[in-house]
Protein backbone atom coordinates (compact mmCIF):
# COMPACT_ATOMS: atom_id res chain seq x y z
CA UNK A 1 0.00 0.00 0.00
CA UNK A 2 1.49 3.27 -1.26
CA UNK A 3 0.91 6.45 0.65
CA UNK A 4 0.34 8.80 -1.84
CA UNK A 5 -0.68 12.25 0.07
CA UNK A 6 1.86 14.42 0.75
CA UNK A 7 1.49 17.98 2.92
CA UNK A 8 5.04 19.21 3.56
CA UNK A 9 4.83 22.81 3.01
CA UNK A 10 3.32 24.90 5.88
CA UNK A 11 -0.22 26.42 4.99
CA UNK A 12 2.39 29.57 6.08
CA UNK A 13 4.56 29.55 3.19
CA UNK A 14 2.26 28.31 0.60
CA UNK A 15 0.73 31.72 1.43
CA UNK A 16 0.96 34.43 -1.68
CA UNK A 17 4.05 36.87 -1.16
CA UNK A 18 3.42 40.58 -1.91
CA UNK A 19 6.45 39.91 -4.06
CA UNK A 20 4.09 38.24 -6.30
CA UNK A 21 6.24 34.87 -5.80
CA UNK A 22 3.67 31.99 -4.96
CA UNK A 23 6.41 30.53 -2.38
CA UNK A 24 5.84 27.10 -4.68
CA UNK A 25 9.87 26.44 -4.69
CA UNK A 26 10.51 28.64 -1.83
CA UNK A 27 12.65 26.35 1.22
CA UNK A 28 12.95 27.44 4.90
CA UNK A 29 16.22 29.13 6.40
CA UNK A 30 18.89 27.84 7.40
CA UNK A 31 20.38 30.19 10.46
CA UNK A 32 23.97 29.66 10.77
CA UNK A 33 23.94 30.63 14.58
CA UNK A 34 26.65 29.56 16.85
CA UNK A 35 26.25 29.19 20.68
CA UNK A 36 28.67 29.91 23.66
CA UNK A 37 27.73 26.96 26.18
CA UNK A 38 29.13 27.79 29.45
CA UNK A 39 31.69 24.89 30.04
CA UNK A 40 31.38 25.88 33.70
CA UNK A 41 27.81 24.90 33.67
CA UNK A 42 28.20 21.59 31.30
CA UNK A 43 26.94 19.43 34.62
CA UNK A 44 24.06 22.05 35.97
CA UNK A 45 22.99 24.34 33.31
CA UNK A 46 18.81 23.31 33.93
CA UNK A 47 17.51 24.20 37.03
CA UNK A 48 15.83 20.79 37.92
CA UNK A 49 19.25 19.63 38.68
CA UNK A 50 21.87 17.19 37.13
CA UNK A 51 19.61 14.57 36.37
CA UNK A 52 17.38 16.47 33.64
CA UNK A 53 20.86 18.38 32.30
CA UNK A 54 22.72 14.52 31.72
CA UNK A 55 19.67 13.86 29.58
CA UNK A 56 19.48 16.79 27.27
CA UNK A 57 23.28 16.22 27.33
CA UNK A 58 22.71 12.39 26.95
CA UNK A 59 20.53 13.21 23.92
CA UNK A 60 23.56 15.60 22.44
CA UNK A 61 25.32 12.75 21.78
CA UNK A 62 23.00 11.08 19.20
CA UNK A 63 23.02 14.21 16.69
CA UNK A 64 26.19 14.25 15.16
CA UNK A 65 26.40 11.12 13.88
CA UNK A 66 22.59 10.74 13.78
CA UNK A 67 22.17 14.23 11.51
CA UNK A 68 24.52 12.60 9.26
CA UNK A 69 23.03 9.39 8.78
CA UNK A 70 19.88 11.88 8.08
CA UNK A 71 21.58 13.58 5.32
CA UNK A 72 23.06 10.49 3.78
CA UNK A 73 19.57 8.50 3.66
CA UNK A 74 18.01 11.68 2.18
CA UNK A 75 20.35 12.47 -0.50
CA UNK A 76 20.58 9.18 -1.66
CA UNK A 77 16.82 9.70 -2.98
CA UNK A 78 16.94 12.92 -4.34
CA UNK A 79 16.96 11.52 -7.56
CA UNK A 80 13.05 10.58 -7.03
CA UNK A 81 12.19 13.82 -5.89
CA UNK A 82 10.67 15.54 -8.55
CA UNK A 83 8.68 18.58 -7.28
CA UNK A 84 10.60 21.49 -6.91
CA UNK A 85 9.02 22.56 -3.78
CA UNK A 86 10.15 19.66 -2.27
CA UNK A 87 13.78 19.81 -3.80
CA UNK A 88 14.12 23.51 -2.16
CA UNK A 89 12.71 21.57 1.14
CA UNK A 90 15.54 19.17 0.65
CA UNK A 91 17.98 21.26 0.47
CA UNK A 92 17.41 23.33 3.40
CA UNK A 93 16.39 19.99 5.30
CA UNK A 94 20.76 19.23 4.93
CA UNK A 95 21.91 22.96 5.43
CA UNK A 96 19.74 22.47 8.81
CA UNK A 97 21.05 19.50 9.93
CA UNK A 98 24.48 20.46 8.90
CA UNK A 99 24.48 23.38 11.24
CA UNK A 100 23.06 21.31 14.11
CA UNK A 101 25.73 18.88 13.72
CA UNK A 102 28.51 21.27 14.21
CA UNK A 103 26.80 22.91 17.15
CA UNK A 104 26.37 19.61 18.66
CA UNK A 105 29.36 18.78 17.98
CA UNK A 106 31.34 21.68 20.12
CA UNK A 107 28.26 20.95 22.57
CA UNK A 108 30.21 17.72 22.69
CA UNK A 109 33.50 18.91 22.74
CA UNK A 110 32.85 20.71 26.05
CA UNK A 111 31.29 17.33 27.60
CA UNK A 112 34.24 15.21 26.70
CA UNK A 113 36.65 17.86 28.54
CA UNK A 114 34.28 17.09 31.64
CA UNK A 115 35.58 13.38 31.50
CA UNK A 116 32.92 12.38 29.87
CA UNK A 117 33.76 9.28 27.04
CA UNK A 118 32.31 11.26 24.64
CA UNK A 119 34.47 10.35 21.34
CA UNK A 120 33.83 6.37 22.39
CA UNK A 121 29.83 6.88 22.72
CA UNK A 122 30.06 8.93 19.33
CA UNK A 123 32.15 5.80 17.53
CA UNK A 124 29.79 3.53 19.01
CA UNK A 125 26.59 5.07 17.06
CA UNK A 126 28.72 6.04 14.09
CA UNK A 127 29.12 1.83 14.00
CA UNK A 128 25.77 1.39 14.93
CA UNK A 129 24.66 3.17 11.72
CA UNK A 130 27.44 1.80 9.35
CA UNK A 131 25.45 -1.49 10.25
CA UNK A 132 22.20 -0.40 9.72
CA UNK A 133 23.01 1.20 5.96
CA UNK A 134 24.97 -2.60 5.50
CA UNK A 135 22.05 -4.21 6.62
CA UNK A 136 19.10 -2.26 5.43
CA UNK A 137 18.10 -0.96 2.08
CA UNK A 138 18.56 2.66 1.77
CA UNK A 139 14.84 3.29 1.82
CA UNK A 140 14.26 1.60 4.80
CA UNK A 141 17.32 3.64 6.13
CA UNK A 142 15.43 6.27 5.05
CA UNK A 143 12.33 5.26 7.11
CA UNK A 144 14.55 4.93 9.61
CA UNK A 145 15.52 8.65 9.25
CA UNK A 146 11.73 9.52 8.81
CA UNK A 147 10.87 7.60 12.37
CA UNK A 148 13.82 9.49 13.89
CA UNK A 149 12.55 12.84 12.90
CA UNK A 150 9.20 12.09 14.44
CA UNK A 151 10.83 11.55 17.44
CA UNK A 152 13.25 15.06 17.16
CA UNK A 153 9.80 16.82 15.98
CA UNK A 154 7.60 15.71 18.60
CA UNK A 155 10.08 16.06 21.14
CA UNK A 156 10.94 19.64 19.97
CA UNK A 157 7.32 20.38 19.90
CA UNK A 158 7.17 19.76 23.58
CA UNK A 159 10.18 22.06 24.40
CA UNK A 160 8.27 24.99 22.16
CA UNK A 161 4.67 24.60 23.35
CA UNK A 162 6.09 23.69 27.20
CA UNK A 163 8.74 27.02 27.42
CA UNK A 164 9.10 26.59 30.98
CA UNK A 165 10.96 23.39 30.26
CA UNK A 166 13.58 25.32 29.73
CA UNK A 167 12.80 28.97 30.61
CA UNK A 168 15.44 29.05 33.78
CA UNK A 169 18.44 27.23 32.05
CA UNK A 170 21.65 28.70 31.19
CA UNK A 171 20.51 31.29 28.25
CA UNK A 172 22.72 29.97 25.54
CA UNK A 173 21.90 26.34 26.29
CA UNK A 174 18.09 27.37 26.69
CA UNK A 175 18.90 29.06 22.91
CA UNK A 176 20.57 25.93 21.60
CA UNK A 177 17.93 23.64 22.61
CA UNK A 178 14.67 26.16 21.14
CA UNK A 179 16.83 26.77 17.75
CA UNK A 180 17.22 23.12 17.38
CA UNK A 181 13.59 22.45 18.35
CA UNK A 182 12.18 25.32 16.38
CA UNK A 183 14.17 24.01 13.09
CA UNK A 184 13.29 20.34 13.48
CA UNK A 185 9.42 21.07 13.45
CA UNK A 186 10.11 24.00 10.27
CA UNK A 187 11.49 20.43 8.74
CA UNK A 188 9.76 17.85 10.35
CA UNK A 189 8.04 16.31 7.05
CA UNK A 190 11.05 16.74 4.82
CA UNK A 191 12.65 13.17 5.18
CA UNK A 192 8.77 11.38 5.38
CA UNK A 193 8.04 13.14 1.74
CA UNK A 194 10.95 12.00 0.22
CA UNK A 195 10.29 8.50 1.51
CA UNK A 196 6.82 9.22 0.10
CA UNK A 197 8.43 10.26 -3.33
CA UNK A 198 10.86 7.26 -3.18
CA UNK A 199 7.75 4.72 -3.14
CA UNK A 200 7.41 4.05 0.65
CA UNK A 201 4.79 2.02 2.33
CA UNK A 202 3.34 2.02 5.25
CA UNK A 203 4.32 -1.86 6.58
CA UNK A 204 8.08 -0.30 6.05
CA UNK A 205 7.89 2.65 7.79
CA UNK A 206 5.78 0.99 10.59
CA UNK A 207 8.74 -1.69 10.86
CA UNK A 208 11.31 1.12 10.51
CA UNK A 209 9.76 3.05 13.49
CA UNK A 210 9.55 0.10 16.18
CA UNK A 211 13.33 -1.00 15.29
CA UNK A 212 14.30 2.67 15.26
CA UNK A 213 12.78 3.18 18.67
CA UNK A 214 13.67 -0.37 20.57
CA UNK A 215 17.73 0.95 19.29
CA UNK A 216 17.31 4.30 20.08
CA UNK A 217 15.71 3.86 23.72
CA UNK A 218 18.39 1.44 24.06
CA UNK A 219 20.93 3.93 23.60
CA UNK A 220 19.57 6.64 25.62
CA UNK A 221 19.28 4.04 28.68
CA UNK A 222 23.12 2.61 27.87
CA UNK A 223 24.24 6.77 27.78
CA UNK A 224 22.44 8.06 31.00
CA UNK A 225 24.13 4.81 32.91
CA UNK A 226 28.09 5.27 31.55
CA UNK A 227 27.70 9.26 32.31
CA UNK A 228 26.35 8.45 35.29
CA UNK A 229 29.24 6.26 36.32
CA UNK A 230 31.63 8.71 35.59
CA UNK A 231 29.65 11.49 37.64
CA UNK A 232 30.30 8.42 40.45
CA UNK A 233 26.40 7.92 40.26
CA UNK A 234 25.69 4.74 38.76
CA UNK A 235 25.17 2.33 41.07
CA UNK A 236 22.44 4.52 43.40
CA UNK A 237 19.07 3.55 42.81
CA UNK A 238 18.32 7.00 43.40
CA UNK A 239 19.68 8.08 40.24
CA UNK A 240 17.82 5.68 38.63
CA UNK A 241 14.51 6.77 39.90
CA UNK A 242 15.19 10.25 39.11
CA UNK A 243 15.94 9.30 35.31
CA UNK A 244 12.54 7.52 35.42
CA UNK A 245 10.99 10.33 36.73
CA UNK A 246 12.01 12.45 33.92
CA UNK A 247 10.77 9.82 31.98
CA UNK A 248 6.95 8.84 33.09
CA UNK A 249 6.76 11.57 36.13
CA UNK A 250 7.77 15.03 35.70
CA UNK A 251 8.31 16.12 33.12
CA UNK A 252 7.37 13.35 31.90
CA UNK A 253 9.26 12.97 28.23
CA UNK A 254 8.09 9.58 27.63
CA UNK A 255 4.87 9.88 29.25
CA UNK A 256 3.91 13.49 27.04
CA UNK A 257 5.52 11.63 23.91
CA UNK A 258 3.05 8.86 24.00
CA UNK A 259 -0.27 9.66 21.90
CA UNK A 260 2.10 11.91 19.18
CA UNK A 261 4.52 8.18 18.83
CA UNK A 262 1.75 6.39 18.28
CA UNK A 263 0.12 8.84 15.98
CA UNK A 264 2.16 7.46 13.64
CA UNK A 265 1.29 4.29 13.33
CA UNK A 266 -1.71 5.82 11.86
CA UNK A 267 -2.18 4.41 7.95
CA UNK A 268 -2.91 8.38 6.81
CA UNK A 269 -0.17 10.11 9.51
CA UNK A 270 1.64 13.00 8.02
CA UNK A 271 3.84 15.10 9.89
CA UNK A 272 1.87 18.09 9.37
CA UNK A 273 -1.62 16.69 10.48
CA UNK A 274 -0.59 18.44 13.59
CA UNK A 275 -0.28 22.14 12.38
CA UNK A 276 2.65 23.89 14.50
CA UNK A 277 4.07 26.58 12.64
CA UNK A 278 2.52 29.34 14.78
CA UNK A 279 5.13 27.45 17.33
CA UNK A 280 8.03 28.04 15.21
CA UNK A 281 6.97 31.04 13.77
CA UNK A 282 6.54 32.52 17.59
CA UNK A 283 10.15 31.10 18.15
CA UNK A 284 11.47 32.74 15.18
CA UNK A 285 10.13 35.94 16.31
CA UNK A 286 12.31 35.91 19.10
CA UNK A 287 15.29 35.19 17.41
CA UNK A 288 14.66 38.53 15.27
CA UNK A 289 14.14 40.18 18.82
CA UNK A 290 17.59 39.05 20.80
CA UNK A 291 18.87 41.54 18.08
CA UNK A 292 22.07 39.42 17.74
CA UNK A 293 22.31 38.28 21.33
CA UNK A 294 20.45 34.54 20.48
CA UNK A 295 23.09 32.10 22.01
CA UNK A 296 25.21 34.66 23.95
CA UNK A 297 26.37 32.97 27.12
CA UNK A 298 24.19 35.14 29.13
FE1 LIG B 1 18.64 18.46 13.75
FE1 LIG C 1 15.87 16.89 11.75
Not at 47 to 73: D, H, K, Q, V, Y
Not at 179 to 186: L, P
Not at 252 to 269: A, N, S, W
Request: glycine fraction near 6%; include cysteine; aromatic fraction near 10%.
Amino acid sequence: MAATHRRSTPASTNAPRPDGDDGRDAGFPVRNLRFELDPARLRDWHPAGPALTMFFNNLSIFFPAGERFFIRSVRAHAKQVTDPELKAQVRSFCGQEGVHNREHQRYNALLAAQGYPIAEMEARIERLLARVEKTLSPRMCLAATAALEHFTATMGHLLLSEPALLEDAAPAMRDLWRWHAAEENEHKAVAYDVYLAAGGNYPERALAMIIATLIFWAKVIEHQARMMKVDGRGGRPRSWLRFANILVGEPGVLRKLTRPYFEYFKPGFHPWDVDNHALVEAWAAQLAASNGTYGAKA
